[in-house]
């Protein structure tokens, strides 16, 4: 039985060899080494040519130009599945070759060109979506279910029911939420159920078919129990690797609030930054942004809900309190604390302790 397995592809039709090739082998064998072969560029080094192939084929397959994948919000550069992928009638082959390339990459430990979104990664590690989740890749839709929770509907005369439009490639259709979900009305009693219902189908609506095709390919590579020890974030810096953070480029497209440049907190702030390495760094900028991935033209071209969002640092609560992020907004609430040390040790705690937790 030979050790290694040998796919080889053209740079142009990357996608389609590599799909051919992937789904014609035992599953079990995608596991071996791999050889890699760009015909008429044979070289011996395997590691170097299958970190290219993944990198290359990952920008191809997860290209929303195809219509698998879309972006997570209009200013959200993290990747989630396409409800409208079903006008590519082998759309569901595809996404299960997808799975069996992405299993691929973290047995392999091989990096892909881009992220998914964080809710994407929680469902990689079976674990329960939440509210919270919605923000990062709906917040208009997020802070309308927040002010329906915060207010009493029924005195501002607001008649919702069970049930949820939704528009896919120009053409409307009525979901309901529960059965007869178009004839329940939602009252200050039922509203929290309505929350949860609308939040669960707007974080997984018409993408049922393609997450199981996904992890139907991605399961009988990897099973998913294998990662059960890790958690969203841990599982994006495995898939994506992690940048080196320049540090005169974050100082430089950091604005403040309350806070001057010169404010002792904003000293400390920095100071601590710099004695971090750069797994540390990561943490807090996943922290506070969302995602340990930065665009192409670094911190100055980060983006927030509502387009283009620098880096921002406002001083918010009491020295008592943690530290929080608002990651719609690339915000970090940073309390006066009185010292460096007490300001070191709140914000380590939040940003390793808060598995959404303090963040927003």
Sequence with gaps: MPQHIKITVTRKTLFEDSFQQIMSFNAQDLRRR??????????????GVAREWFFLLSHEVLNPMYCLFEYAGKDNYCLQINPASYINPDHLKYFKFIGRFIAMALFHGKFIDTGFSLPFYKRMLNKPLSLNDLESIDPEFYNSLIWIKENDIEECGLEMYFSVDKEILGEITTHELKPDGGNVVVTEE????????????RLSRGVGEQTQAFFEGFNEVLPQQYLQYFDAKELEVMLCGMQEIDLGDWQRNTIYRHYARSSKQILWFWQF??????????RLLQFVTGTCRLPVGGFADLMGSNGPQKFCIEKVGKENWLPRSHTCFNRLDLPPYKSYEQLKEKLMFAVEETEGFGQE
């Design 34 to 47: 791999l050889w890699i072969i760009f015909p008429g560029e044979e070289g011996l080094d395997y590691g």
């Design 190 to 201: 039922n509203k929290e159920e309505y929350i949860r219902l609308v939040a669960e189908w």
């Design 273 to 282: 930054v710099k004695e971090m390495d750069n797994e540390k760094r990561m």
